[in-house]
């Protein structure tokens, strides 16, 4: 084994401290029985888990991170785990997005904060995944991702039932008569029945795969079920791989790159991803000092097909995906036509090209070749412009469906997503299949945390007669998991004075994802007229975290971050008190 004890390292102005410092940092460390070697120079690594009982999607975490302290070991360096903070969507309220910057600037402090040479960033479901990557480039200490990895296919009477787009279907087969309330309460069972992420192409499988191909995880690392042994082995080998990271000084900043967020758009078009990885990325962009606008998103996809075939686009899960190659074999593919960069660094010190070379494609119906693929290019996610989004919106062609991808029709307008709720069902309801249903104060600031309710279910009456979709426009988000036309993220929100907020019930909206369009078709000097008279909301605020996400969150078009996170940090510490 390399020795790779170094007086010089960061964690060393701790543990290798003279007098009174010294003793205090190594004497409180031992009282957990680590033998005074551990403190003579060797890689202390941090393993950041964001395990929690009240976020299903991560609980498993401490096991896995028993196997990341196995490898670091193996490496000769010192493992310390340590608890973040947990967003799962699944229970948190008002919504987990209102805590994704919360959770960066804890991952952040806390690395800063200790006496660390690198960090393993043990995340799970769909916000922690970018939080750690957000707080741990901000550092710029060496640092590898492991997730926890996706459920086993859910199973519901001989069919696989996929997680979040089922509870989708099922309450529209609830609402229409053809599920009963027994008979939806015995599918929750079937649907989450293992540990892990949703085994959809959701956020949580989208942003393990976008970590990976960003260079952040170590390759195929994404797909591996969470209860698949080779999770384990997964993490342990990032244990070791982290002890060598820190010799090479491979930070974060060699490699999130212009060309490795090239990369992650190219291939969250190829994979079928979520929406949200456009405000993750350009979030994490901006602690990097990576230029990406929106329009990147629109531009750097639309040479790109959707090779994979998984729900909600598809059919099959994550657990195919992995067997059938796993992301590697998508990479190796869209390599191969020329549309990935193959020179950025990864994590393990050798670039994309390398790491894809060995990869195969083994199930051609679930990864689909480059010349014969799911679906064509030009079907990823869309950004579009007009009087109604000025500074952007999004839509996700591959979920939508093709003949509403052209559409006008009058607007039906809810103030909240829970005004609408209340009325979906009613009968009475004026709308029919051509509305288009406006949902706004949902966005960053308004709800406040933008949360996943743009995608909100058709109105009873509808589902009924057996329309399947109707265009829906929101300044919230839209879980990965979700389907439909739905336009997310108009940009500036409603709340801020976006032109949403001047939207009248019977106004004609014009949606135009060919022509990369959405606008109210109403003439200036009328909207001019309706923005004299809008007010703005109420502070609803005075304290507190929320108070603090209100003042300073960006819009949606600029990830929705802190505009005083923007921008790396470093890893100085601040003067030592004892």
């Known amino acids: 084994m390399t020795d790779r004890r170094n007086s ?21 460390m031992r009282n957990q029985g680590f033998g005074h070697e551990v403190f003579d120079g060797r890689p202390v690594i941090g393993i950041a888990t964001s395990a929690s009982e009240l976020a299903p999607c991560n609980a498993h975490l401490t096991r896995v991170a028993e196997a990341v302290k196995r490898g670091v ?34 991952v952040e402090e806390l690395i800063r904060a200790n006496p660390l040479d690198g960090v393993v960033l043990l995340s799970g479901c769909d916000k922690t995944t970018p939080a750690m990557l957000m707080g741990a480039a901000s550092v710029d200490l060496p640092a590898v991702m492991v997730t926890g990895g996706p459920m086993l296919n859910g199973k519901y009477r001989g069919q696989d039932v996929g997680s979040g787009t089922h509870v989708w279907k099922f309450e529209e087969d609830l609402k229409t008569g053809r599920m009963t309330e027994e008979e939806c309460f015995f599918a929750e069972g079937c649907m989450a029945r293992s540990d892990g992420h949703c085994m959809t192409m959701g956020t949580a499988s989208t942003m393990a795969c976008v970590a990976e191909a960003l260079g952040m995880q170590l390759p195929g690392s994404a797909a ?15 244990g070791r791989r982290i002890v060598d990271m820190v010799e090479e000084e491979l930070r974060p900043s060699r490699i999130l ?109 679930v990864i689909t070749p480059l010349d014969a693929p799911f679906q064509p290019a030009g079907t990823g996610i869309a950004v579009l412009r ?21 559409h006008r029709g009058p607007a039906r307008v809810f103030d909240s997503p829970e005004a609408y709720h209340a009325v979906a069902d009613d009968p009475g309801l004026d709308v029919d299949e051509n509305t288009v249903i406006v949902i706004r104060n949902a966005g960053p600031k308004g ?41 997310l993220h108009v940009t500036p929100e409603a709340a801020v004075g976006g032109p949403l907020a001047l939207v009248r019930d019977g106004d004609p909206v014009v949606l135009d994802v060919p022509g990369r369009a959405l606008r109210l078709d109403v003439d200036d000097a009328e909207l001019a007229r309706r923005r004299q008279e809008w007010t703005p909301p109420a502070e609803r605020y005075v304290s507190g975290y929320t108070w603090l996400y209100t003042q300073h969150v960006e819009q949606a078009d600029r990830g929705a971050d802190f505009g005083f996170l923007r921008g790396g940090r470093g890893h100085e510490v601040p003067r030592d008190s004892h």
């Open 224 to 238: 591996w079920p969470a209860v698949d042994s080779r999770r384990m082995e997964t993490a342990q080998a990032a």
């Open 8 to 28: 010089s390292r960061r964690s060393q102005a701790w543990f290798s401290a003279q007098g009174r410092s010294g003793m205090l940092y190594r004497s409180w």
């Open 447 to 487: 709800y406040p945390g933008m949360p996943e309710v743009s995608n909100v279910p058709l109105p009873a009456k509808l589902l009924k007669a057996g329309i399947t979709d109707m265009v829906r426009v929101c300044d919230g988000r839209m879980s990965g998991t979700g389907y439909g036309t739905v336009v």
């Open 257 to 365: 790159t212009r060309e490795a967020f090239e990369n992650a758009i190219r291939v969250n078009a190829a994979i079928g991803g979520s929406t949200n990885a456009v405000i993750h990325l350009t979030a994490l962009a901006g602690r990097v000092g990576v230029e990406l606008g929106l329009d990147d998103f629109d531009r750097l996809v639309r040479e790109v097909p959707t090779l994979v075939n998984l729900m909600p686009s598809g059919t099959y899960l994550m657990e195919d995906f992995c067997y059938a190659g796993g992301l590697p074999a998508v990479m190796a593919e869209l390599l191969g036509g020329g549309l990935l960069h193959g020179g950025p660094v990864t994590v393990t010190g050798r670039t994309v090209a390398e790491n894809t070379a060995p990869a195969e494609r083994v199930d051609s119906d």
């Open 386 to 406: 007009g009087n109604l989004c000025p500074d952007g919106a999004v839509i996700k062609q591959s979920a939508a469906s093709p003949h509403l991808l052209t």
């Open 73 to 106: 070991w193996q490496a000769g360096g010192l493992p310390l785990q340590f608890p973040t903070m947990a967003t799962g969507e699944t229970l948190m309220r008002p919504t987990a997005m209102l805590y994704r910057n919360l959770m960066a600037m804890e």
